[in-house]
């Protein structure tokens, strides 16, 4: 399924007038790891009230011990200060890398703004080395800003 074909299908989620924001955002984290062959963990972080950490929220895939990551820390926390994407080809050349599963090779991170205010995140871990395009972050953009109308 192409990027293209999922929007409507995001914009569906989002619309919903039924379900929790919790709810909607466990729905795009299935959504996203069914049709994306190479999205191997998907979750959303957020910023955990006035403290410089990341919560984490909805997820799909492996459990994972990193549910509070301090601002600066690992790839999450460093988007956390830098306001920007940050694609990881190659998990193993990083330096500042919070390691969730030795299957994981690659990571993308998108910030999700509300404001102007980075309130969180979109986290996708991949097992397949150097997965991710300019296309992923494109969508994954159009995803963040769907999800910034719910916060």
Same mark, same amino acid.
């Given at each position: 399924?192409?990027?293209?074909?999922?929007?409507?299908?995001?914009?569906?989620?989002v619309s919903n007038?039924?379900?929790?924001?919790?709810?909607?955002?466990?729905?795009?984290?299935?959504?996203?790891?069914?049709?994306?062959?190479?999205?191997?963990? &998907?979750?959303?972080?957020?910023?955990?009230?006035?403290?410089?950490?990341?919560?984490?929220?909805?997820? &799909?895939?492996?459990?994972?011990?990193?549910?509070?990551?301090?601002?600066?820390?690992?790839?999450?926390?460093? &988007?956390?200060?830098?306001?920007?994407?940050f694609v990881v080809?190659?998990?193993?050349?990083?330096?500042?890398?919070?390691?969730?599963?030795?299957? &994981?090779?690659?990571?993308?991170?998108?910030?999700?703004?509300?404001?102007?205010?980075?309130?969180?995140?979109?986290?996708?871990?991949?097992?397949?080395?150097?997965?991710?395009?300019?296309?992923?972050?494109?969508?994954?953009?159009?995803?963040?800003?769907?999800?910034?109308?719910?916060?």
């Amino acid at each position: 399924m192409t990027f293209e074909t999922l929007k409507p299908q995001i914009e569906t989620i989002v619309s919903n007038t039924t379900t929790t924001t919790d709810d909607k955002l466990l729905q795009i984290c299935q959504l996203l790891d069914q049709n994306i062959s190479y999205y191997n963990w &998907v979750g959303f972080y957020f910023k955990n009230g006035d403290k410089n950490e990341l919560k984490l929220g909805p997820y &799909v895939g492996a459990p994972t011990d990193h549910t509070i990551i301090p601002f600066g820390k690992g790839i999450c926390g460093q &988007v956390a200060v830098s306001n920007e994407n940050f694609v990881v080809p190659d998990v193993a050349a990083q330096d500042n890398y919070i390691a969730c599963s030795i299957t &994981v090779k690659a990571e993308i991170v998108i910030p999700i703004f509300v404001n102007g205010e980075n309130l969180g995140q979109i986290d996708i871990d991949s097992n397949t080395p150097d997965p991710f395009t300019e296309a992923d972050e494109r969508f994954l953009e159009f995803v963040c800003q769907k999800v910034a109308t719910l916060l």
